[in-house]
């Protein structure tokens, strides 16, 4: 469910609807959202965001305290262009297009 103040400074009403997925969502529910203006969010854990090379594929290195990943994130996951799709990570601190998608009339 969305709420109606999407940030705490500047309450806005929402014009569009959203889903919220832990799992990623297949090509029918893409096009579904994009026809009906529709929102698809995955929220997942903030380590998830953080990638490294390493030669050992049995374990995952620690988060650097300075790299500050918060606990959870969103990705915002939109078709971008035919046969391609655009994910945008959403941390606390940002709202990269999503608020403007959810408060667009």
């Not at 009906?36 to 305290?65: M, N």
């Not at 297009?97 to 408060?103: E, S, V, Y």
Request: with cysteine; aromatic share 8%.
């Amino acid at each position: 469910m969305c709420k109606s103040s999407p940030t705490r400074n500047a309450p806005r009403v929402l014009r569009r609807r959203c889903c919220f997925r832990q799992n990623g969502f297949q090509r029918g529910a893409l096009e579904y959202a994009a026809n009906h203006g529709i929102a698809l969010v995955r929220v997942l854990e903030g380590k998830l965001t953080w990638e490294t090379r390493s030669i050992d594929f049995g374990s995952r290195p620690e988060l650097p305290p300075w790299a500050g990943i918060p606990p959870f994130v969103a990705q915002y996951i939109r078709n971008a262009e035919p046969g391609r799709i655009l994910i945008t990570t959403i941390r606390p601190d940002t709202s990269d297009g999503l608020i403007d998608f959810l408060t667009a009339r």
